[in-house]
């Protein structure tokens, strides 16, 4: 398709890892197919560069978005993408979510070089993941296995995994199938088994509030279910401190115009058991999603769970 000299250019600010390029790329590619000229500002985040430590420790999820907020800010990128999961529950004051895309499996992925499941790891085994939802659900399901952090990019998790340091990781199922690596799934863990993050496996792009004509070049990559199904379960991790780095989970699921929101909270230090809570409603408006996610979350904290920060 021609460009047409009454779009201006656009410039996405990404992180430099693989999976964050193809997600910016698929952008980049849905927004030049409707004839405007796009390019990559490629940064380096702090949560790129802080591996030593998990993001619990050092930040949390803000650390892979703050070096792009400041280049749209600057005005040196128009718009950012991001793993929806990463983003902050709040963002800054001038800043917006422009556009939530169609989700990709929001499922996590079990990898092992030895083992097909969960099940078939020994007693004891090494698993590797650094989120703290990740490591409460597992230890709900095998209390008896060793999880040690486990950071870097999908491709440095799974070389550490080749290695031998781990028997098995725990990784979002979206990534690998964006990369290509559908190979490395061993098997998927069923929501009801290990209840994904809020926002896993969807794309969002943020932008500077005031920037309408981003609103409208985006408009048309816009999923409004992906988009009303994510602000319920951001609404439960915004309403727990969820922008702290917390054990939270939080996934809807359709049925008809009615979404059911499950969530489910855990003491990392294992004192307190495992708390899940749900509801469901009819849902057409982002208002409404936030309501939902605002009832499941009062819910939880009803039920034992308790609030980060």
């Not at 590797?128 to 490591?135: E, I, N, V």
């Not at 491709?155 to 031998?164: A, F, H, V, Y």
């Not at 061993?186 to 209840?195: I, Y």
Request: net charge neutral; glycine share 8%.
């Amino acid at each position: 398709m021609t460009t047409s000299s009454a779009l201006p250019p656009i410039v996405i600010a990404t992180r430099e890892s693989q999976l964050a390029l193809w997600q910016a790329e698929h952008v980049q590619a849905l927004l030049a197919a409707r004839g405007h000229s796009v390019s990559l500002l490629g940064m380096t985040t702090r949560g790129d560069q802080i591996l030593d430590r998990t993001l619990s420790k050092v930040g949390g999820k803000g650390l892979f978005v703050k070096e792009l907020e400041v280049a749209l800010e600057e005005g040196r990128a128009d718009i950012a993408v991001h793993s929806l999961k990463d983003v902050p529950m709040e963002l800054p004051d001038g800043f917006a979510l422009a556009c939530v895309m169609e989700r990709e499996d929001p499922r996590d992925a079990f990898v092992s070089p030895r083992h097909a499941s969960l099940d078939e790891l020994p007693q004891g085994a090494v698993v590797g993941t650094s989120s703290l939802r990740r490591q409460v659900l597992l230890q709900a399901l095998r209390p008896d296995l060793k999880i040690e952090p486990l950071r870097g990019n999908v491709q440095t998790r799974l070389r550490k995994l080749d290695e031998g340091q781990y028997a098995a990781i725990v990784l979002a199922a979206a990534g690998l199938k964006r990369l290509g690596l559908h190979e490395r799934i061993r098997s998927v863990f069923e929501p009801g088994q290990m209840l994904p993050a809020a926002g896993q496996g969807a794309l969002g792009i943020e932008i500077r509030s005031q920037r309408q004509d981003l609103r409208d070049a985006l408009a048309p990559l816009a999923h409004e279910r992906t988009w009303l199904t994510v602000t319920a379960e951001r609404a439960v991790s915004r309403a727990m401190g969820g922008s702290c780095s917390m054990p939270l989970a939080a996934h809807g699921v359709w049925s008809g115009d009615t979404l059911r929101l499950q969530a489910a909270w855990g003491d990392v230090e294992g004192r307190l058991p495992l708390v899940r809570a749900e509801d469901s409603s009819r849902v057409a408006t982002l208002d409404e999603a936030d309501a939902l996610g605002l009832a499941v979350a009062g819910r939880l904290r009803a039920a034992g769970a308790v609030a980060a920060c």
